[in-house]
């Protein structure tokens, strides 16, 4: 047995002796290994292990201890069934360095099965072995970077979707802190306006530690005040032994952390952001990988808080925007070319009676022109149209209700990018109360030039009559002609201040020419007349007894012309009855005039003292009158510190009464 | 009674119908030099006056007070007993010339007149119905 073994040795040792490898040889049954110098000066065998052989006992040792225990379990499991021997592991050498080695072998076995020996090769494979190991650190650094990567994806566009500031930099700072193995961070974001750092987020700090964080103004020297001022990432690795530090030695040790790193943060403009600081409990300096990944991430937060800046602050724009336009007095609205509404305030919704809102947009502001406005409207809207001329017109607007409101609309184009006019803009101011004052100012004017016309006429009559009968009529006719002559103008001058409510005194009220007369006097006289022109109307006057009273004669008189003139005005020929009173009461004097015409409506009532108002009736002639003897009638009684009124009713008659103090 | 003579010497009656007292003073005053005699009313008896005189002319004033001049006249103007009774509209409104053409009026004067315009006009249209 032996000198075959030898043999075979021998054999082998020719070709395999590159230092690399080596035989073996072990007789199980004697429990003798054989090996080759390679082998033996590996495994640290003695001298005889190349021809008497050793125990396996000595070449246990020379394997490395982790491996031990697995080399013999596996080559236990061999010898019990299998045919070869296949194992990996290290071994010591002499020198103590260890090598990693690939054992080969086949098991004999003999007729009974049982395992006789095992001759195999030992091969040194420590450089596989390092670039094997080399392959797989580089192979987990990649996985590493490719997860780190997918994170940093994933994160992003989680931040993407978000608006919640606070949610984001809390995850920002969970990355931050796992990524640089901390065991607290911190994300200051910085408020531009108060010039400071507030505590926006934190992870890992107790609430003590966090209000003395919040409440930090002077963080000058702190960690992240260094970072603010200097621009760049700051980094502490031990607190202890940081001078610049020091007064903020206290806190930390008290916080819980022995080292710090804290990054300045800044957007594209360069301006700050905020602070994102990491802490450790132990002494500790991030690797420049981790820093690396840190500003990846706070990139991200960077980013994310600019665009939450810019929603918020276009947000904002955009509601202030909106204010003006809601609050509006105007009525505001866009249209397309075709008419159709593209936008509208709320004003334009209420000018026309819809509720502000949607209501508007599937209206065409055609629909809303009234018909006989219509082309004069679209003739002017489809020059805009072409030429992007804006222009200004006032036309009628339907309402909801079906009625019309008279507005005043500016009209300008907006123009796309080539300089077009896409669609226009429409201001739309209500001006139906402007028109109807107008209206009632030129139906004003109307009438007063008719009414002039009539002592006009009887001003020229006289003149043309005098001159006619000069020489030829008694100087007494002449007089006569004359002074009637002057009761035209007179009457002329009277009908142009009421027209024109001209005298006024300095102080913008009505001017009154005082004097001592007798009141009944002066009603006697109206009623005079006043009869003349209506001699089938009956009035009668019972006086009281007044004192004189002081008053502007004369504007009194048209009070008494008014009152009178209307009463017969306003009662029927036949059987017209205006009974005209006065009397005397403790401090004031009263007249009343009643009639039994056609009364006054209860709605009229409170109107008929107003400006321009007069009542309009299918009876009488519209244009009679100007609708101010009455108001100027109460401002004369006003103005003299007295009162005037009416009681009527519908086809009951008036009684309209006026006090004077006396 | 005297025919022809007493007919001759027989004062002209017009019809004078107007509300404004001034205005019915003024024109009597210049018509009585024509030897013409005014009878007034606000415009409220007409039918009475025209029964109780012989008129041979009504001076029509548009606007009055409870109603409308040009409406008395169609009113007149379809009467058979009044129709050919001449009517001269008298207004200060612009379009005087349509409404008494409307109207059925045989003239009309604008307002403010010249006296012998008035005059004129009535010399014009007066019908003696004493004949008839």
Redesign the interface.
């Known amino acids: 047995m032996d000198k075959e073994i030898r043999r075979m040795n021998d054999r082998m040792k020719v070709s395999i002796d590159v230092g690399l490898a080596g035989t073996f040889f072990w007789d199980i049954e004697h429990n003798l290994v054989v090996t080759d110098e390679n082998i033996r000066q590996c495994f640290s065998l003695p001298e005889r292990a190349l021809h008497d052989g050793v125990t396996i006992r000595h070449v246990i040792p020379a394997i490395f201890e982790e491996d031990r225990t697995r080399v013999l379990h596996s080559l236990t499991a061999a010898l019990a069934r299998a045919s070869h021997y296949r194992e990996e592991f290290r071994i010591c050498l002499e020198d103590g360095s260890i090598h990693w080695v690939s054992a080969r072998s086949t098991v004999k076995r003999n007729t009974a099965g049982k395992a006789t020996m095992l001759s195999g090769l030992i091969m040194d494979i420590t450089e596989r072995k390092m670039v094997e190991d080399a392959l797989r650190e580089s192979q987990a650094k990649l996985a590493l970077e490719v997860q780190t990567m997918r994170n940093l994806l994933k994160f992003g566009t989680r931040l993407l979707a978000t608006s919640d500031l606070r949610a984001a930099l809390q995850e920002v700072l969970h990355s931050a802190v796992q990524l640089l193995g901390a065991d607290f961070g911190s994300f200051q974001l910085y408020n531009k306006d108060e010039k400071k750092l507030e505590l926006n987020v934190q992870y890992g700090f107790d609430e003590e530690v966090r209000k003395t964080f919040h409440s930090a103004n002077d963080y000058h020297n702190a960690v992240c005040g260094r970072a603010i001022r200097t621009g760049f990432r700051v980094i502490i690795e031990d607190v202890m032994v940081d001078k610049l530090f020091a007064p903020y030695r206290r806190s930390a040790l008290e916080a819980g952390f022995h080292a710090v790193q804290s990054t300045p943060l800044y957007d594209r403009n360069g301006n700050l952001l905020g602070v994102l600081s990491t802490h450790f409990r132990k002494p500790h300096r991030p690797s420049e990988a981790e820093l690396l990944k840190l500003d990846l991430y706070a990139r991200q937060a960077i980013d994310f808080i600019d665009r939450v800046r810019t929603e918020e602050a276009l947000a904002r724009s955009e509601e202030h925007y909106s204010a003006i336009v809601n609050q509006s007095v105007a009525g505001i609205v866009e249209v397309d070319f075709s008419g159709g509404i593209l936008f509208s305030n709320d004003q334009f919704a209420r000018m026309l009676g819809y509720s502000p809102g949607q209501q508007m947009l599937p209206l065409n502001i055609i629909d809303l022109v009234h018909p006989d406005d219509l082309r004069d409207n679209s003739e002017r809207f489809e020059y805009l149209a072409s030429t992007g001329k804006p222009y200004d017109i006032e036309i009628r607007f339907r309402c909801k209700s079906g009625s019309f409101i008279w507005v005043n609309n500016q009209i300008s184009p907006i123009f796309d990018a080539s300089g077009k006019p896409q669609s226009a803009v429409i201001i739309s101011v209500d001006i139906t109360k402007q028109k109807a004052a107008e209206r009632l100012k030129d139906e004003f004017i109307g009438v007063a ?2 009414e002039l ?10 003149a ?2 005098i001159n ?2 000069l020489g030829r009529s008694s100087p007494a006719t002449i007089s006569k ?1 004359v002074a ?1 002559l002057n ?2 103008v007179d ?1 002329m001058v009277n009908l142009v201040y009421t027209l024109l409510d001209t005298s006024l005194d300095a102080g913008g009220e009505l001017a009154l020419q005082m004097e001592t007369f007798n009141l009944n006097k002066l009603i006697e006289e109206r009623i005079e ?1 006043v009869h ?5 109307h009956h009035i009668s006057f019972t006086p009281g007894d007044l004192p004189d009273i002081v008053a502007d004669r004369n504007r009194m008189g048209q009070v008494m012309a008014n009152l009178l003139t209307n009463a ?2 306003y009662s029927p ?1 036949e059987g017209g009855e205006i009974k005209v009173t006065s009397e005397h009461a403790e401090s004031t004097v009263k007249v009343s005039i009643e009639d039994n015409g056609i009364g006054i409506s209860e709605a009229n009532l409170t109107r008929i003292f107003e400006r321009f108002f007069r009542v309009d009736s299918a ?3 519209p ?2 009158g100007f609708g101010l003897g009455l108001y100027i009638a109460a401002k004369i009684i006003k103005r003299h510190g007295g009162n005037i009124n009416v009681q009527s009713a519908l086809g009951k008659g008036s009684i309209f009464y006026f006090t004077l103090p006396c | 009674m005297v025919l022809g003579n007493s007919a001759k010497h027989m004062k002209k009656k017009i019809l004078y119908a107007e509300d404004d007292g001034d205005m019915l003073e003024v024109v009597s005053e210049f018509m009585q030099f024509e030897d013409y005699e005014v009878v007034t009313d606000n415009g409220k008896s007409i039918k009475k006056k025209l029964q109780q005189h012989q008129i041979g002319l009504i001076l029509l004033d548009e606007n009055l007070n409870w109603g409308w001049g040009s409406d008395l006249c169609r009113e007149l103007k379809s009467d058979e007993k009044t129709a050919v009774i001449p009517i001269v509209l008298i207004s200060a409104m612009g379009d005087i010339d349509k409404i008494a053409e409307q109207c059925g009026a045989d003239g009309y004067i604008r307002k403010p007149f010249d006296i012998y315009d008035v005059i004129d006009m009535v010399n014009m249209h007066y019908l003696d119905t004493s004949q008839l």
């Open positions: 030039s008719h016309k009539t002592p006009l006429t009887g001003i020229k009559a006289y043309q009559l006619d009968r002609l009637k009761n035209q009457r007349e003349s022109s209506a001699p089938d017969i005005k020929a009876s009488t002639n244009l009679m």
